[in-house]
């Protein structure tokens, strides 16, 4: 039921997947890239639904050759707009049922960054944030910093048993 209402929600269906590719790229490109807000920087401020949060973050890293990837060390433009979105009531997820105050939602790859978590933690259950290793100190220290903003908000590392 919460399915269907979701779907009602999204317009109707593209019949033609060749012609919807073509109009999406003849449409002129947005002057605002998704990029980072500012990489340079060792923390950012952003506000989120009218509340501040200072988000830490690691240049270093970023600028690193770190085998694996770097892009989770810093924060980027469209992680305070997600996070605006997803947390909304009027988000079409919460409208149609399928995220309630008993969800539990899990975020793969959240990076430095516990925005999503903090924003959505009010309005579910459970929040679980993930990433790799090497974004964890960072992770928790912005949960540490910002709790309060994001009631039902902790981290703590989970176990990794993979052989290294």
């Given at each position: 039921m919460a399915l269907d209402a979701l779907i009602s929600k999204l317009g109707d269906e593209i019949e033609d997947p060749e012609e919807e590719t073509f109009?999406?790229?003849?449409?002129?490109?947005?002057?605002?890239n998704l990029g980072f807000i500012d990489p340079t920087a060792s923390a950012v401020e952003v506000v989120v639904h009218d509340r501040e949060y200072t988000i830490h973050q690691s240049p270093?890293?970023?600028?690193?050759?770190?085998?694996?990837?770097?892009?989770?060390?810093?924060?980027?433009?469209?992680?305070?707009?997600?996070?605006?979105?997803?947390?909304?009531?009027?988000?079409p997820l919460f409208s149609s049922g399928i995220l309630s105050p008993s969800s539990s939602v899990l975020e793969l790859g959240c990076g430095i960054s516990p925005l999503n978590g903090l924003a959505l933690a009010p309005h579910v259950s459970h929040v679980l944030l993930t990433d790799q290793p090497y974004v964890q100190r960072l992770v928790s220290r912005n949960i540490s910093e910002n709790h309060g903003k994001g009631e039902h908000t902790r981290a703590r590392p989970l176990r990794d048993d993979r052989p290294s």
């Open positions: 109009l999406l790229f003849s449409q002129e490109i947005p002057s605002q270093t890293v970023l600028s690193s050759s770190r085998a694996g990837g770097t892009t989770g060390a810093v924060l980027w433009k469209i992680n305070p707009i997600f996070a605006s979105f997803i947390s909304s009531p009027s988000n």
